[in-house]
T-cell receptor
Framework: ETGVTQSPTHLIKTRGQQVTLRCSSQ?????VSWYQQALGQGPQFIFQ???????GRGNFPPRFSGLQFPNYSSELNVNALELDDSALYLC????????????FGPGTRLTVL | DQQVKQNSPSLSVQEGRISILNCDYT??????FLWYKKYPAEGPTFLIS?????DKNEDGRFTVFLNKSAKHLSLHIVPSQPGDSAVYFC???????????????FGKGTHLIIQP
């Protein structure tokens, strides 16, 4: 069973640029969530995708957007990057149902200069 | 306003003894609670969870206790082992009657250090 994978591992961008991060769900999982983890903080929920549609969002502006594909892989897009967007971005997947355990990938470390 | 609080940034425990990590929450709509363990340069790893209809869940060396009236949960690790040294996050999920997203709300984490 393949776990959650994310790419790239590290990324450096400059303020104002756009970035796309990618995630492959764990086999059999149909729900994907994205989280932002700033230094010294816990992960913060950005949004969740189920059946290729966003079905919930945390307190993040519209310049954070995403996609989920038919194979349940997902992208996180961030436009007009700001210095505060520097963080570890985590993708988590699960199977929609009675349990709520989410399984995380290793994350993408984004640095905005 | 932090809805999930882990008030101890770090905790040092001797190998073989019990580690107790604490977590408090404020949102009464939380109905499911999870503990994750995180090593540097890795994503969080799921450890154990508990539904709000229970007050205890056990899995090997790990036991989670939930006190709903106090809005408090704790993770007990017995016996503590060197490999348990990591950052532990408490997380909570809110009940949505119409389905929809169930993003997790995390605390800031507690760094557990197991001393040999």
């Amino acid at each position: 069973e393949t776990g959650v994978t994310q790419s790239p591992t590290h990324l450096i961008k400059t303020r104002g640029q756009q970035v796309t991060l990618r995630c492959s769900s764990q086999s059999g999982h149909n729900t994907v969530s994205w989280y932002q983890q700033a230094l010294g903080q816990g992960p913060q929920f950005i949004f969740q995708y189920y059946r290729e549609e966003e079905n919930g969002r945390g307190n993040f502006p519209p310049r954070f957007s995403g996609l989920q594909f038919p194979n349940y892989s997902s992208e996180l897009n961030v436009n007009a990057l700001e210095l505060d967007d520097s963080a570890l971005y985590l993708c988590a997947s699960r199977t929609a149902g009675t349990t709520k355990e989410q399984f995380f990938g290793p994350g993408t470390r984004l640095t905005v200069l | 306003d932090q809805q999930v609080k882990q008030n101890s940034p770090s905790l040092s425990v001797q190998e073989g003894r019990i580690s107790i990590l604490n977590c408090d929450y404020t949102n009464s709509m939380f109905d499911y609670f999870l503990w994750y363990k995180k090593y540097p340069a890795e994503g969080p790893t799921f450890l154990i969870s508990i539904s709000s209809i229970k007050d205890k869940n056990e899995d090997g060396r790990f036991t989670v206790f939930l006190n709903k009236s106090a809005k408090h949960l704790s993770l007990h690790i017995v016996p503590s082992q060197p490999g348990d040294s990591a950052v532990y996050f408490c997380a909570a999920s809110e009940y949505y009657s119409g389905g929809g997203a169930d993003g997790l709300t995390f605390g800031k984490g507690t760094h557990l250090i197991i001393q040999p």
